[in-house]
C-alpha cells in the first residue's frame, strides 16, 4: 500500500499541489463572498439565472417537481433544463444552503482540472503542456469566481470535458463503452445547457474523418458512431418526450442558443423591429416564437450574409478578451466593485470610445490590465495552435477537434458574450496557450544553452 501511494505521489505529485493550489483559490473567493454578501451572494440577484436555478433545485429536491415557482400551482418549467437543477437537488437534499452547494461544486470542479490535464496528455503527449494548461484553469480568477456562483458553467464545463476525454479515448484505441460515455456526457451537457444542441456534429464528423485516418475498421467507426447517439439519446430522449407530453414539441428548451442574439443584431443595423409575440398580426406561443425566430434569423443571415460576418467577427473580440475582472475583483475587493463602470461593448462603432474612455483609476488598472493577460493568453494559444497545426499527423487533427469545439462556441453565443460565455472553452484555449508556452519556453532555453 505504501509503495502504491508512492508511485502515485511520484507520478502525479505536481498535479496534486495544482489541485491543492486551485481549492485554496476557490476557498478565498468563497470567504470573500460569504464575507461580503452572505449566503446569497452565491447567487446573487444580478445573477438571474442562479436564483432560477436554485428556486428549481428546491423544488425538486423537496417536492419532486420540476418548476420554479416558490407555490402552487407550480407551472411545469421550460425555459430551463433538468441537468444543473438536478446536480444541485442532490446537495440540497443533504443539507439545504447555498453555501453547501457552491462548496460541492468547487469540489466538483476540480475533476474539470483533472480531466483538462488529461484531455491535453492524451491529444498532444506533453506533459509540462498538459501540467500547465491545468495550473492556469486553477487559477485563472475568473474560473474560480463562476465557481462561486450557482449558474451551469462549472458543471456543463466538466461535462463536456468529459466527453472529449473518452472521445478520444475510444478513438487511441479504448474499449467502445468509451464512445457511450461520450455521447452520455454530451447528452448531459445539452440538459445543462442548450447551446450544446449542435455539437454532437463536431464530434460524429471527427469520429469519421479522424477514425478514417486513423484506419480505425469501418466496422468500429459505423458501430462507434451508434454507440455514441445511443448515449446521448438515452440521456436526452426522456426529455424530449417529456416536453413533447406538455408543450407539443421535442426541443429541449425555449432558449434560442445564439439565434435570438443574431437576429437583434441585424434587425437593429437594418431598422426593422419585429412583435414575435404577435407575429403577422396573430398571437404566438412561446413554441411558435421559438421556431419563428430561429426561421427569421437564418433567412435574414442568408439574406445579408456580410453583414452577419461582419457583426459575428466584431463579436469575436468580446468573446476571447473578455475578462469580467472588474466583477471578479470586486468580491474581494468590495470598493472596486463599487467603482466599476458598465460600458460594455457589444460590437456598435458607435460605443467603442466611450468603452475606451470610461475606464480611469483603479477600476481601469484592473479593467486594463485584465484585457492585458486575456490578450497574452490568446496570443500564446494562437501560437500553440499555429505549432500544432504545423506539425501535422495527430497533433494538427486534434488541433482542428479542439479549434471547432472553441469556434463552436464562439459561434453559437452570439453578440455581446463575455467571460461567462467563453467558460466551457477556457480548458480548450489553455491547452493551446500552454502549448505555445511550453514551445516559447524550450526556445529561450535553448537560446540561453547557445549563449553560454
Not at 442562479?50 to 417537481?65: C, H, S, T
Not at 468573446?319 to 474581494?332: A, I, M, Q, S
Request: hydrophobic letters at 50%; charged letters at 15%.
Amino acid at each position: 500500500m505504501k509503495q502504491t501511494i508512492t508511485v502515485f505521489w511520484r507520478n502525479y505529485k505536481v498535479l496534486i499541489i495544482l489541485l491543492a493550489l486551485g481549492f485554496i483559490v476557490r476557498g478565498l473567493f468563497f470567504g470573500a463572498i460569504l464575507r461580503n454578501h452572505g449566503p446569497q451572494g452565491f447567487a446573487l440577484p444580478v445573477n438571474e439565472d442562479a436564483g432560477e436555478y436554485v428556486a428549481i433545485a428546491k423544488n425538486l429536491a423537496d417536492r419532486g417537481i420540476f418548476s420554479r415557482d416558490p407555490a402552487p400551482p407550480f407551472s411545469p418549467e421550460r425555459l430551463r433544463t433538468p441537468g444543473y437543477p438536478l446536480f444541485l437537488a442532490i446537495w440540497y437534499r443533504l443539507v439545504p444552503s447555498l453555501p453547501f452547494l457552491t462548496a460541492m461544486q468547487n469540489a466538483f470542479f476540480l475533476i474539470g482540472i483533472i480531466l483538462a490535464y488529461h484531455v491535453s496528455l492524451r491529444a498532444f503527449g506533453d506533459k509540462t503542456a498538459a501540467l500547465l494548461a491545468a495550473g492556469v484553469l486553477a487559477i485563472e480568477p475568473t474560473v474560480a469566481y463562476w465557481n462561486n456562483q450557482l449558474t451551469t458553467e462549472s458543471v456543463f464545463t466538466v461535462s463536456v470535458l468529459a466527453a472529449t476525454y473518452c472521445f478520444l479515448a475510444f478513438l487511441q484505441g479504448s474499449p467502445r463503452r468509451f464512445v457511450f460515455y461520450a455521447g452520455f456526457f454530451l447528452g448531459f451537457a445539452l440538459l445543462i445547457r442548450p447551446i450544446t444542441e449542435y455539437l454532437g456534429i463536431i464530434f460524429l464528423a471527427a469520429l469519421f474523418i479522424l477514425g478514417v485516418q486513423k484506419r480505425i475498421p469501418w466496422k468500429r467507426l459505423v458501430f462507434g458512431a451508434a454507440i455514441f447517439a445511443a448515449g446521448y439519446f438515452i440521456t436526452v430522449t426522456p426529455w424530449m418526450i417529456r416536453n413533447q407530453l406538455l408543450f407539443g414539441t421535442t426541443s429541449v428548451s425555449t432558449m434560442n442558443v445564439g439565434f435570438g442574439k443574431y437576429l437583434k443584431a441585424i434587425q437593429k443595423e437594418l431598422g426593422i423591429s419585429v412583435n414575435y409575440a404577435f407575429y403577422g398580426g396573430i398571437p404566438r406561443t412561446e413554441v411558435e416564437r421559438l421556431a419563428l425566430v430561429r426561421a427569421d434569423a437564418l433567412r435574414l443571415v442568408a439574406q445579408h450574409p456580410f453583414l452577419f460576418v461582419k457583426i459575428h467577427l466584431i463579436g469575436l473580440v468580446p468573446f476571447f478578451l473578455g475578462d469580467g475582472y472588474g466583477t471578479t475583483f470586486g468580491v474581494l475587493f468590495p470598493a472596486l466593485r463599487e467603482s466599476r463602470v458598465v460600458t460594455d461593448w457589444s460590437g456598435s462603432p458607435a460605443e467603442i470610445i466611450s468603452f475606451l474612455r470610461g475606464h480611469t483609476g483603479l477600476e481601469g488598472v484592473v479593467f486594463w490590465g485584465g484585457k492585458f493577460i486575456w490578450g497574452a493568453l490568446v496570443f500564446a494559444a494562437l501560437v500553440g495552435a499555429g505549432l500544432l497545426l504545423k506539425a501535422g499527423g495527430w497533433n494538427r487533427r486534434f488541433a482542428i477537434f479542439f479549434l471547432l469545439i472553441v469556434y463552436y462556441f464562439a459561434l453559437a453565443s452570439g453578440v455581446g458574450s463575455y467571460s461567462r460565455f467563453r467558460f466551457p472553452v477556457n480548458p480548450y484555449i489553455f491547452i493551446f496557450t500552454a502549448v505555445g508556452s511550453t514551445a516559447a519556453i524550450n526556445w529561450l532555453r535553448s537560446q540561453y544553452k547557445k549563449a553560454v
